[in-house]
Structures are given as structure tokens and as C-alpha cells.
């Protein structure tokens, strides 16, 4: 199984990017896919997640309004919509998948690192004022 994330780069404050996380090896398509980031020196903490349906998402306060997830089950891939980039947003982001199938959960459990089995390698942003 592996997950592969693109679409990263160096950008300027206040401009889009949209990240990409191709699924190979088995099927996402009724699995909680989840976005993550790091910055340097600070814990990977949480970014947006979308339930195994696609019909529910979930966002960090910091990028709620700003981000968007979403999935294209037919290209086993998700994405990460992210506009207004802000310096702070400067990251390694990564993808990950829960292993179970058409399973819900609190939006609590959503935002945990331990829910997800699977992790990419990620996708460096950065973001220059």
C-alpha cells in the first residue's frame, strides 16, 4: 500500500495550492482519508479530514474556511484545496487512510494521528511573505 502526495511548492502569501495524494496497492474508496502537516521543530498536527462517504469533512480551526478536502473515488486520490496560504501554513503536509471500511466516528476521533493506519511520505509547502 502507499500513499503519494504531489502538487507542493513554494509559494507567496495569499496564493492557492492544491495537494494530491494518490492511493496504490488497494482501494480508499470506503475508508476516512485525512490530511496532516509538521512544521519544523513542532508536532505533525492535524489539518482536514473527510468520512468514508465523502459526506462529512473535518477542519483545524487554523484552516477552516481557507482549506477544502475532498476525494475522487474513481482516481483513489484526495485532495487538499488550500487558498489564502499564509506563512504559517509552511509545512511537510501528508496524507493518511484508516485500514477500516465504512466506519464513523466522533469528530474528535477524525483529528487523532492514531485513528490512521497508512501515511505518505508528504509534500513540502512553503509559503514567503
Known amino acids: 500500500v502507499q500513499l503519494v502526495e504531489s502538487g507542493g511548492g513554494q509559494v507567496q502569501v495569499g496564493d492557492s495550492l492544491r495537494l494530491a495524494c494518490a492511493a496504490s496497492?488497494?482501494?480508499?474508496?470506503?475508508?476516512?482519508m485525512g490530511w496532516f502537516r509538521q512544521a519544523p521543530g513542532k508536532e505533525r498536527e492535524f489539518v482536514a479530514a473527510?468520512?468514508?462517504?465523502?459526506?462529512?469533512?473535518f477542519y483545524a480551526d487554523s484552516v477552516k474556511g481557507r482549506f477544502t478536502i475532498s476525494r475522487d473515488d474513481a482516481k483513489n486520490t484526495v485532495y487538499l484545496q488550500m487558498n489564502s496560504l499564509k506563512p504559517e501554513d509552511t509545512a511537510v503536509y501528508s496524507c493518511?487512510?484508516?485500514?477500516?471500511?465504512?466506519?464513523?466516528?466522533?469528530?474528535?476521533?477524525?483529528?487523532?494521528?492514531?485513528?490512521?493506519?497508512?501515511w505518505g511520505q508528504g509534500t513540502q509547502v512553503t509559503v514567503s511573505s
Open positions: 473527510i468520512s468514508w462517504s465523502g459526506g462529512s469533512t
Open positions: 496497492g488497494r482501494t480508499f474508496s470506503n475508508n476516512v
Open positions: 493518511a487512510a484508516d485500514e477500516r471500511r465504512r466506519t464513523t466516528y466522533t469528530e474528535s476521533a477524525y483529528k487523532a494521528k492514531f485513528l490512521y493506519d497508512f
